[in-house]
């Protein structure tokens, strides 16, 4: 297994993660967590897996210095296309995670690694190289495909055969990432070098909805519910991604 890249996807990966419902509610959890901890300076950040650059035209909207770090080429070309349309300034680096350290100087105050290590054939490879990335001060935002919230998915269609295999990995030319992670056996491995500070669940209902209760309700009503119940002890865990904040220890 290799890792996954998404130039012969792009247009679909966009369509798919960014469009719509899922990618807005997906937006509005990882904008309202980092918005509660990010201090009010400017930042350097470093974005690894950029993909088009949604996150990090929030974040260089509000002044901070950006560097985008995507391996795929049309994707690196769709993220600087939406900032040169905003007139927005930042560093884009065509790389996979193995380059950016020889690419990049010094540390950041913010690393954000979001739908990334599900896409990676040895995850936890990446997390050496996260630790390093960050300031001693700094924060890591990591988001990554939950494996319960597919388990739990593929229980409510009577998919039982799939889970008796425990075949969770999607084919070839399938959005569902190759290795969802098990949030136990990731926190295991964060725990010797980082804190998690903060934990929330994205979409920790909407995938679930019947398809008919989904194109009724207001699109502002399911973001607001979704940021309501985030961090919910019941709910958070079956958001489809998890969103932990982290900082070295």
């Not at 990966?13 to 009010?40: N, T």
């Not at 690419?103 to 390093?132: M, N, S, T, Y």
Request: hydrophobic share 40%; charged share 25%.
């Amino acid at each position: 297994m290799s890792d996954r890249h998404f130039d012969e996807l792009a247009t679909r990966f966009a369509e798919k993660i960014y469009g719509g419902a899922k990618g807005a509610i997906r937006l509005a959890v990882l904008q309202a967590d980092l918005s509660e901890v990010l201090p009010q300076r400017r930042l350097r950040v470093l974005d690894i897996g950029a993909g088009l650059g949604h996150m990090s035209l929030w974040l260089a909207r509000q002044g901070h210095e950006v560097t985008l770090a995507e391996p795929a080429e049309p994707m690196l070309e769709g993220a600087r296309a939406q900032f040169a349309d905003s007139g927005q300034n930042a560093t884009f680096i065509q790389a996979p995670w193995q380059e950016i350290e020889s690419q990049v100087e010094g540390r950041f105050d913010l690393v954000i690694c979001h739908a990334v290590l599900e896409w990676l054939a040895e995850p936890k490879a990446i997390l050496p190289v996260l630790h390093r990335l960050v300031a001693e001060d700094g924060w890591l935002s990591l988001a990554f495909y939950n494996r319960d919230a597919l388990i739990y998915r593929n229980l409510l269609k009577g998919h039982f055969k799939k889970l008796r295999s425990q075949s969770y990995a999607g084919e070839r030319q399938s959005l569902t990432p190759q290795q969802p992670l098990d949030p136990r056996e990731l926190a295991a491995q964060l725990a010797p070098h980082w804190q998690v500070e903060s934990t929330s669940g994205v979409r920790v209902f909407h995938d679930y909805m019947p398809a008919d209760f989904q194109a009724r309700t207001e699109p502002a009503d399911l973001i607001e519910m979704e940021l309501a119940y985030r961090r919910h002890p019941s709910f958070a865990g079956l958001g489809r991604y998890l969103h932990w904040l982290c900082r070295p220890r």
